[in-house]
């Protein structure tokens, strides 16, 4: 990717298809851009083919941690309909962040059991949460293995893009 | 009036209707994406939520998002201001569903109007003149070429779907026609998702003028006059005035008139432009609508004294136009130019960064609409558009002098900071500008000299 976006485009004295070579090497960035967003870690390794579509992603081996999805059991467990936050900033841990804007819940539905709570150990891709936008459920996943230290939103509580939902401590590794 | 409008934009324009909020007393909601975190507007509206990342698609684009940001500050209307989502059909119909009132046209005619194809005939049968050419979409290369040679060359390609100047081609004979219509409609396949085009008679000499038109959802529709928009660089405007010079009071009349019974006939509300080509004899044809406030608005408002995003804002809260026909007239002249960050010296090519000195133009009769402030990191994920400098005179000759005036004193520099104002000052100089006999090849004629030497 730094390669990518600090390598200048070339394009000083332009013929026209000169400039609309440059306009579609600027959308293939932009693709790339966007596409690179998309993804939950930053890969070590990105090769794009424009005319035959080809799209190269490569993580190293530590950088893919095995995405285990645990579903938590649901259980009879009243969840108040918004409770406030829990939890103030916590001591340790790095937060995990709203994808996306809207309603963020604990549990899988109304009643149900949350997912978590502080003290849980989670691992890398277990959904913990979930985000609901205009009756779009969007599950929050762990980005990576340890213990819960805070639970910063409530149940039911209104979340815009990028705000903290849980700290999780990775702990020793 | 309505009490809380979310602003479902960005740059100037998030600025422009979070200004007319202000002054009608309407609570104003701003939507950010991360990479406008430091955006003028999420400090000027009364609120400020976010609502994705940088990509539009994640973000401006993103219907469940924008909806969920207006259901969460539970806002009463949608402002979609010019570009991204302002003439989505989808979106419009969404807010619908969602008790949201949509500041633009009902989603239907929004999907009416935006397929090329079916404007034209909509506007056909209300009496509209158009160019010579397919009245449909053409079904196969055989078909469009029937109708080339029919009309006779040059002729021009178009995309159904199209827009903003691309999934365009023009073919110049009859061997060069099938290369010209392969090439418009796989860009319009690309670029829009729908290959289907049609065919029209290639104007050369052509100039760009355009109807602002208002409606309210009372079925009374006036007009604002015309914009001349032929400053174009590859379809893209650089400078917009109003009125159009040379073109008589009896045509202007005239157009406004069509675009007035064509609004009317397709239950049109809220604000709107016709956009129509001139020919070298001052007959005019029907081009499009475009559903929404346009970036060149302010020419009109300024000629006008009209304050058309208020109009929006009260047509949407079902107010009656107070306005009538017999009440618009066109006083003195005014200019805009767009000052974009790109460099005019590399083929326009987008030059942002960090702006570190930002000096605006000021004094008698001059406005600046822009989002910028000194320090400002312009994104170059989007719009290019820094700034739109306008001027007033009493005379066409007095506005330019105006303008370039205000240009002199516009100020924008930075590291990889480039602006397109001095070559807007090159066409405020040029001959074929002042003499105001200018049409859409004028920046290509301007372009050229310069790298002749």
Redo the contacts between chains.
């Keep these: 990717m730094s390669e990518l976006t600090s390598e200048p485009l070339s394009i000083a004295g332009l013929t026209d298809d000169a400039a609309d070579t440059a306009a579609l090497l600027a959308q293939v960035r932009q693709q790339v851009v966007e596409l690179l967003a998309w993804l939950d870690r930053p890969p070590s390794n990105l090769r794009v083919e424009a005319a035959g579509v080809t799209v190269d992603i490569a993580w190293t081996a530590e950088q893919a941690a095995p995405a285990v999805s645990v579903a938590s059991a649901a259980v009879l467990a009243p969840v108040a309909p918004v409770a406030p936050a829990p939890e103030a900033t916590p001591d340790t841990g790095e937060y995990l962040r709203a994808s996306a804007v809207g309603v963020f819940y604990h549990a899988r539905e109304p009643g149900a059991e949350p997912f978590v709570s502080v003290g849980s150990q989670v691992v890398a891709g277990q959904q913990i949460g979930v985000i609901e936008a205009m009756k779009l459920m969007i599950p929050v996943e762990a980005d990576r293995a340890g213990t819960v230290t805070a639970v910063v939103k409530g149940n039911g509580e209104s979340v815009e893009f990028d705000e903290p939902l849980f700290a999780i401590d990775p702990g020793e590794g | 009036m309505l009490e809380s409008v979310l602003i479902a934009n960005r740059g100037e324009i998030a600025m422009r209707v979070a200004r007319a909020c202000r002054e009608l007393g309407i609570r104003s909601v701003a939507v950010y994406s991360?990479a406008d975190r430091d955006s003028a507007v999420t400090t000027y509206a009364d609120e400020a939520?976010?609502?994705?990342?940088?990509?539009a698609?994640?973000?401006y684009l993103n219907?469940?998002?924008v909806?969920?940001?207006a259901r969460?500050r539970q806002v009463s209307a949608v402002h979609p201001g010019y570009g991204f989502l302002s003439e989505d059909p989808d979106f419009a119909e969404?807010c619908e569903n969602n008790d949201l009132i949509f500041i633009g046209p009902p989603s239907h005619v929004i999907a009416r109007l935006g397929d090329k194809c079916a404007a034209r005939r909509t506007m056909s049968d209300v009496g509209l003149p158009l160019l010579p050419g397919s009245t449909g979409p053409v079904a196969s290369p055989a078909d469009a070429r029937e109708v080339a040679d029919r009309i006779g060359y040059p002729v021009m390609i178009k995309a159904a779907a199209g827009g903003g100047g691309r999934g365009i081609r023009v073919a110049h004979d009859a061997p060069s026609f099938l290369a010209a219509y392969t090439a418009a409609a796989t860009e319009a396949q690309v670029l829009f998702g729908d290959p289907r085009c049609y065919v029209e008679r290639y104007v050369a000499a052509a100039r760009h003028v355009e109807v602002q038109i208002l409606c309210d959802g009372h079925g009374s529709g006036v007009h604002l006059g015309v914009r001349e928009c032929s400053v174009q660089r590859r379809h893209q405007k650089l400078l917009e005035e109003s009125p159009a010079p040379g073109l008589p009071a009896s045509t202007i009349a005239a157009m406004g008139e069509c675009a007035v019974a064509g609004a009317l006939a397709t239950g049109y509300v809220g604000a709107g432009t016709f956009e129509f080509l001139v020919d070298e004899h001052g007959d005019f044809y029907f081009m499009e609508v475009n559903c929404r406030i346009q970036v060149e608005h302010p020419v009109t408002e300024l000629v006008t004294g009209i304050d058309l995003v208020q109009q929006q804002l009260r047509i949407a809260a079902g107010e009656r136009l107070t306005i009538r026909q017999s009440d618009v007239s066109n006083r003195g002249w005014a200019l805009e130019c767009r000052i974009n960050t790109e460099d005019p010296d590399?083929?326009f090519?987008?030059a942002s960064g960090r702006i570190e000195s930002f000096v605006l133009p000021s004094g008698p009769f001059v406005r600046v609409d822009t989002h910028g402030y000194p320090g400002y990191r312009m994104p170059a994920?989007y719009d290019s558009l820094l700034a739109k400098v306008l001027c007033w005179g009493d005379t066409r000759e007095q506005a330019i002098a105006r303008m370039e005036r205000a240009l002199t004193e516009f100020r924008a520099t930075g590291p990889g900071v480039r602006t397109t104002a001095g070559f807007l000052r090159r066409v405020l100089a040029d001959d074929e500008f002042r003499s105001g006999t200018y049409d859409t090849g004028l920046v290509a004629r301007l372009t050229d000299n310069q790298?002749k030497g």
């Design positions: 991360t939520i976010h609502i994705g990342p940088g990509p698609k994640r973000s219907i469940p998002a909806i969920e940001a969460q969404v590399r083929a090519v987008p994920i790298e």
